[in-house]
């Protein structure tokens, strides 16, 4: 960890370095505003997390997720955005220039952008945590490789869902994808090429109840949620995409949020303290996409960018 923090005052300072963060980074150091960015423990955010890309305009074949992530962060340090190997973990508003506590030190800041994304959702039953590592994943890039001809089950019915099942396909003998309805959310042109694959199979209707093993995963235990039926499931991997919750709990009482913790903006980025803005997933439960949080990312920075002017007068 960085101790570059310690008593550093700066313009703009970014927390978060996935889409939202280095996209408000671009904006603000092309601002000439040096911005600092921390980076927190996942450089280029949950985007390099995934194998590929396709939906991220300008990259026709797609972008590898960490790739696009490094492309970011190139693009905004080329003007002159400084990336910390930082962590924040308490925040001042109460008073201008703004505090924020990482382990590295302490910053002070005149403007604040949060950009700390969103980590995945846990199904909460027995073995899923003693298992984590272990035969369970949510991340089909870092750990798939190790499914090599094994058989695999994958929980959830979105996109992140079917993508990250087809990228298992390459490695595993065969993909289960378990889902508690009787229907996908996912969009029809992954249904359709999860549908036409060989490995993939589907149980609908059902959850996962347990995780069984003692040294690694060796089997689940299903429960229909129709019927009540409990069978058991051999299986050597269970990766886990079944929704994210906002990393904003740092901002709790000190930031308007919503019930579910997203943090409260207006069509600006602003929240409802004057020069604190969010972007991305911290403040976006609807469209949770590398682009959508990319742009919020610059729009939080352009109106960051304006409000430093009109103090500067
Ligand atoms: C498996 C998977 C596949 C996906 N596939 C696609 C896809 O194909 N197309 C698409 O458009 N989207 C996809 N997404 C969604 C996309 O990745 C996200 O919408 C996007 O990354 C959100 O960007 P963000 O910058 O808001 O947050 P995140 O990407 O979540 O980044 C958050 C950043 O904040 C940092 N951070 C967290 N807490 C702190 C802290 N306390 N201090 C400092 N930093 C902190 C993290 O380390 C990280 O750098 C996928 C997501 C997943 C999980």
Redesign the pocket.
């Given at each position: 960890m960085s101790n570059n923090g310690n008593g550093n005052h700066v313009k703009v300072l970014v927390?978060?370095?996935?889409?939202?963060?280095?996209s408000a980074a671009l904006y603000a150091a092309r601002a000439e505003l040096a911005p600092v960015v921390?980076?927190?423990?996942?450089?280029?955010?949950?985007?390099a997390?995934?194998h590929?890309?396709?939906?991220?305009p300008g990259f026709p074949e797609g972008v590898g997720?960490a790739q696009l992530g490094e492309l970011f962060q190139k693009q905004a340090e080329h003007f002159g955005a400084k990336v910390e190997y930082?962590?924040?973990?308490e925040v001042d508003f109460s008073q201008r220039p703004y505090m924020v506590k990482?382990d590295g030190g302490e910053y002070k800041a005149d403007t604040v952008i949060i950009?700390?994304?969103?980590?995945?959702l846990h199904l909460e039953v027995p073995g899923e945590v003693e298992l984590t590592g272990r035969g369970v994943s949510y991340?089909?890039?870092c750990d798939g490789w190790f499914f090599k001809d094994k058989k695999v089950v994958i929980v959830g019915g979105g996109?992140?869902a079917f993508?990250?099942a087809l990228f298992i396909t390459r490695y595993a003998s065969s993909v289960t994808l378990i889902h508690r309805r009787d229907e996908f959310r996912a969009g029809a042109i992954l249904q359709k090429r999860a549908n036409e694959h060989p490995k993939m199979k589907f149980i609908l209707n059902t959850v996962v109840t347990e995780v069984l093993g003692s040294d690694k995963m060796e089997a689940l235990r299903l429960k229909n949620v129709k019927t009540g039926e409990e069978t058991i499931f051999e299986a050597d991997g269970l990766f886990i995409?079944i929704g994210?919750k906002p990393?904003t709990e740092?901002f709790q009482g000190k930031l308007s949020m919503s019930n579910l913790g997203y943090i409260q903006v207006n069509d600006k980025m602003e929240t409802n303290v004057p020069g604190v803005y969010a972007?991305?997933?911290?403040a976006?439960p609807h469209f949770?996409?590398?682009?959508?949080?990319a742009g919020?990312?610059a729009a939080a920075a352009i109106q960051a960018t304006r409000f430093l002017e009109a103090e500067e007068g």
């Open positions: 927390l978060g370095a996935g889409p939202a963060g280095l921390l980076t927190g423990m996942q450089l280029g955010g949950q985007a997390l995934t590929t890309i396709e939906n991220y997720g930082d962590l924040a973990n990482t950009s700390t994304g969103a980590s995945p991340c089909a890039t996109d992140s993508e990250e995409f994210h990393n740092m972007a991305g997933e911290a976006d949770r996409q590398v682009i959508t949080s919020m990312g």
